[in-house]
């Protein structure tokens, strides 16, 4: 099975634009996680998509969205970018919800300049 | 609240044994992973314990303490690849898929 795949894989924006991440899960998988790794903060939790549901989110503004297809499929989204954006961003995709490993995509390195 | 501690930094020698330390304080609690990052790669999953006591698997090992709020990776016969960061992370009760990390430590294998 191929694995959890994330594109772009690097992006360059100014302040102030919006950007588009996408993850496709593993053949199979169910739900999306996000979650943004800074070298300060580490990795920390965004959202969870579930059947094209938010089931979970984590304390980020609300420039922060998603949403999930109906082929599990994943995008999430930035607005009104600032230069604390940047950061690796990282999507995670597992079988179901009670199922507890998560596999991890390469992840997009997104910079705001 | 929600806090996940270890250490920032290890050293150790190739063929040797390390024990990286995470404690945690959460309210609901629901498992404790261990994930192995190399640099500039995706997390890949290493162990999940749910229950207390030891989880073997080859040359690592994971222990969970639920009364304590204390979690250990242990790895034996360190090799040069084992060099990476290792992040513990709890699964928050009730949130299924959502996990709270520590800021990960970074092990340094040398020769």
């Known amino acids: 099975k191929a694995g959890v795949t994330q594109t772009p894989r690097y992006l360059i924006k100014t302040r102030g634009q919006q950007v588009t991440l996408s993850c496709s899960p593993i053949?199979?998988?169910?739900?999306v996680s996000w979650y943004q790794q800074t070298p300060g903060q580490g990795l920390q939790f965004l959202f969870e998509y579930f059947s094209e549901t938010q089931r979970n989110k984590g304390n980020f503004p609300g420039r922060f969205s998603g949403r999930q297809f109906s082929n599990s499929r994943s995008e999430m989204n930035v607005s009104t970018l600032e230069l604390g954006d940047s950061a690796l961003y990282l999507c995670?995709?597992?079988?179901?919800?009670?199922?507890?490993?998560?596999?991890f995509g390469p992840g997009t390195r997104l910079t705001v300049t | 609240g929600q806090n996940i501690d270890q250490p920032t930094e290890m050293t150790a020698t190739e063929g040797a044994i390390v024990q990286i330390n995470c404690t945690y304080q959460t309210s609901g609690f629901n498992g404790l992973f261990w994930y192995q990052q190399h640099a500039g790669e995706a997390p890949t999953f290493l162990s999940y314990n749910v229950l207390d006591g030891l989880e073997e698997k080859g040359r690592f090992s994971s222990f969970l303490s639920r009364s304590k709020g204390y979690s250990y990776l242990l790895l034996k016969e360190l090799q040069m690849k084992d060099s990476a960061s290792y992040l513990c992370a709890y699964k928050v009760s009730g949130g299924y898929n959502k996990l709270i990390f520590g800021a990960g430590t970074r092990l340094a294998v040398h020769p």
């Open positions: 995670a995709s597992s079988e179901d919800r009670r199922n507890y490993e998560q596999y």
């Open positions: 053949s199979g998988h169910r739900s």
